[in-house]
C-alpha cells in the first residue's frame, strides 16, 4: 500500500487546514487509517485514527476537539482537518494504515504502512 500526504503548508496561528492521504496498490476499506506527526528533535506522536467503513474514530487527548478524521472510500483517502492552529502544531504529519482496530490504534507499532509526509508550519 502506498500513501501520499498532501494539504500542508505555512499558515499563521488560528487559521485551519485539511491534510488528505490518497492510498493505491491495496483495498483500501480494509485498513485502519490514522495520522500521526513529529516536530524537529521529537518522538512522532499519534493523533486519530479512523476505522474502515469510518464508523469509529478515535483521538489524542491532546488534538480532540480541534482536529476530525474523515475517510471516502470511494476516492481511496483519508482526511484530517486541523482548526484553530497554534504554533506548536508545527511538525511534519504522517498518514499511516493497517489491519487492525482496537486499543493498539494509538501505538506507531500497529501500522504496516506509512506516507512520507506533509509538512505543517503555523507563524504566530
Known amino acids: 500500500v502506498e500513501l501520499v500526504e498532501s494539504g500542508g503548508g505555512l499558515v499563521q496561528a488560528g487559521e485551519s487546514l485539511r491534510l488528505s492521504c490518497a492510498a493505491s496498490?491495496?483495498?483500501?476499506?480494509?485498513?485502519?487509517m490514522a495520522w500521526f506527526r513529529q516536530a524537529p528533535g521529537k518522538e512522532r506522536v499519534f493523533l486519530a485514527a479512523?476505522?474502515?467503513?469510518?464508523?469509529?474514530?478515535y483521538y489524542a487527548d491532546s488534538v480532540k476537539g480541534r482536529f476530525a478524521i474523515s475517510r471516502d472510500n470511494a476516492k481511496n483517502t483519508v482526511y484530517l482537518q486541523v482548526n484553530s492552529l497554534k504554533p506548536e502544531d508545527t511538525a511534519a504529519y504522517y498518514c499511516?494504515?493497517?489491519?487492525?482496530?482496537?486499543?493498539?490504534?494509538?501505538?506507531?507499532?500497529?501500522?504496516?504502512?506509512w506516507g512520507q509526509g506533509t509538512q505543517v508550519t503555523v507563524s504566530s
Open positions: 479512523i476505522s474502515w467503513s469510518g464508523g469509529m474514530a
Open positions: 499511516a494504515a493497517a489491519q487492525i482496530w482496537g486499543a493498539v490504534v494509538a501505538r506507531r507499532d500497529t501500522y504496516d504502512y
Open positions: 496498490g491495496g483495498t483500501f476499506s480494509k485498513y485502519t
